[in-house]
């Protein structure tokens, strides 16, 4: 299930497109179309320790609208023994591209602003975690969804009373 999640997470990446929106990339051009697979696995970095790679990107998470809202990393093991994987949200990291003008030689790395030990306080990414950010995620968008419904009665509301004051001025 996870790797088909892993699988479905970079196709969404590349379907969507400009799916990375909101994503701060260290590249003084924005490259306007970002590689999913080259994103998997990129070397993780701290801003503090610019040459210590700490981890790599095991999985992307994108929202309702295909945009990127975290990185899954995992940090901490050796050969896959005694690993973590950790959510960072997308405020927390940059991306570097490398190699941009070349997808043969392209080349992604992710850097945390962040120190080694708010790494280890990060959340974990597990089943408990995934139910309880997909609840909250659905609540924000039916939150959304309601504010903009509102919104929307309230200015067509206001827009047709300004249009009958109007239309009775002019009848006047």
Do not use: C
């Not at 497109?17 to 306007?32: E, K, R, Y």
């Not at 280890?120 to 969804?145: C, F, I, S, V």
Request: hydrophobic share 35%; proline share 2%; charged share 30%.
């Amino acid at each position: 299930m996870r790797h088909s999640l892993h699988r479905m997470t970079q196709t969404a990446i590349l379907i969507g497109g400009i799916g990375l929106t909101g994503l701060a990339v260290a590249d003084s051009q924005p490259q306007g179309l970002y590689s999913g697979d080259e994103l998997m696995d990129a070397d993780v970095f701290l801003s503090e320790n610019p040459n210590e790679d700490v981890g790599d990107v095991e999985d992307v998470l994108l929202g309702e609208d295909m945009s990127v809202q975290a990185l899954v990393i995992e940090t901490g093991g050796v050969l896959d023994l005694g690993d973590t994987h950790r959510v960072v949200d997308r405020d927390n990291f940059t991306l570097d591209t490398q190699n941009a003008d070349d997808l043969d030689d392209l080349d992604y790395r992710v850097t945390l602003d962040m120190t080694r030990d708010d790494v280890a306080k990060l959340p974990e990414y597990d089943n408990d975690w995934w139910q309880d950010a997909k609840g909250q995620a659905r609540q924000a968008w039916q939150d959304t969804k309601q504010g903009a419904e509102s919104a929307w009665q309230s200015t067509k509301s206001a827009t047709a009373d300004l249009l009958d004051d109007a239309s009775d001025a002019i009848s006047d």
